[in-house]
């Protein structure tokens, strides 16, 4: 994921992540993001960054015409990890 450092911090590079998407064919592109959630013991501020995070991904898709699909971190996990 494209990320800017802004003092301590990090976030999204949306043109970044824009201009790698568009470098492949539109029609072709499926984005899979992880569906935001709330964890137990997490902070305010990281779960309304960690939800900002997944809105702005969610927005690039739509506004670029790009299909897309919300998974929980379960789902990928026990697809792309598996045998580990």
Same mark, same amino acid.
């Given at each position: 994921?494209? @990320?800017?450092? $802004?003092?301590? +911090?990090? =976030? ?6 824009k201009?790698y ?7 072709? @592109?499926h984005? $899979?993001?992880? +569906?935001? =959630?709330?964890m137990p ?9 960690y939800g900002?995070?997944?809105?702005l ?5 739509v506004?670029?015409?790009v299909s897309y ?9 026990k697809?792309m990890?598996?045998?580990?």
């Amino acid at each position: 994921m494209p @990320v800017l450092k $802004i003092g301590k +911090k990090t =976030q999204i590079n949306v043109l970044e992540l824009k201009n790698y998407i568009t470098n492949y064919p539109l029609d072709s @592109v499926h984005v $899979i993001i992880e +569906k935001g =959630q709330a964890m137990p013991k997490q902070g305010c501020v990281s779960m309304f960054r960690y939800g900002k995070s997944c809105g702005l991904v969610e927005g690039i898709c739509v506004g670029l015409g790009v299909s897309y699909t919300l998974v929980t971190p379960q789902a990928w996990k026990k697809k792309m990890m598996f045998g580990m």
